[in-house]
């Protein structure tokens, strides 16, 4: 049903789409005459347990050296995250409302505007920052970013006052063609911090915007790890498990550690593909 589902779904925002068994676990839907493929991902699925940690990442980086966008789109963030994903693959169906940022303006907005924002529009939600930034068209707010509070850190035997690019999203379904940079331009304006640094969802984002704004991509990150329950369809931390999981496996004489009782409760661990981290010199 998920992957009916997705490719239903895909194929109303871009008709001429192929569905294909690849070297890749599970089915992919290539969008034609456009490099983006989709990568649908059930959990569990046959041969999940066995990969490498690194392997969703590696994947992601070959079709990349081909300049493919390769997407895992994993069930659970079907499930729980389905208008945000749906948005996601619109835009990269080209289906969506484009502005130009041109045409918006740039406001600082309060924290509790900028926490509904991101809630609903974007994957990883709300975090705390510093510094919050809207784009407004209309008096309608269409993009948003926020930047955490500045830390010394050193650089090439200097101290520089960094900055962290911690959120950025657009109103589900709207693309401001140019509206991250504008975003950027007005913190450095306002805060003139020595650099920027950022993270790219290497599921989702390849880092080519970052790039177009001078960015310089510095790392790569882990793949990070979760557990699933099949059922409820929500990921956790290994170091973030619920209450109930941690006391049930400290009274259970079964299993010796946490990962076999998980298992043996019907978990599923699963590898994200890690991240991209950018830095932008700024020049003040």
Known sequence: MFENEVI????????????VDTELLGKTV??????VVFHLLPIPFAGLQDISPTYFQEKILEYASQDIQLVHLWQDCWKTKRAIVRSRIAMLCRSCTCFQA????????????????FAVNHLQGFVEARYNYGLF???QLI????????????????????????????????????????????FI????????????????????????????????????QFWINPTEMIRYYPHRLPTQLTK???????YDNIDDFLKGSGYVKIYNSGSLKYLLITTH
Request: aromatic share 10%; no cysteine; proline share 2%.
């Open 8 to 19: 239903t779904y895909i194929r109303k925002h871009y008709p001429d789409i192929e569905v």
């Open 30 to 35: 290539h969008l034609r005459n456009i490099n």
């Open 102 to 117: 041109r045409k918006t303006q740039v406001r600082r907005i309060a924290r509790d505007v900028i926490f509904d924002f």
């Open 137 to 139: 068209h209309d008096e």
């Open 143 to 186: 993009a948003a970013a926020s930047f955490s509070s500045g830390r010394q850190i050193m650089r090439g035997g200097f101290k520089s006052r960094s900055f962290e690019l911690v959120r950025y999203a657009n109103l589900l379904h709207h693309r401001v063609t140019g509206g991250l940079g504008k975003l950027i331009a007005r």
């Open 189 to 224: 304006k306002e805060v003139k911090p020595d650099d920027i640094m950022t993270y790219a969802d290497l599921d989702w984002a390849t880092g080519k915007s970052y790039q177009t704004l001078n960015f310089t991509r510095t790392d790569i990150g882990k793949p990070q």
């Open 248 to 254: 049930g496996f400290r009274k259970q004489t079964q």
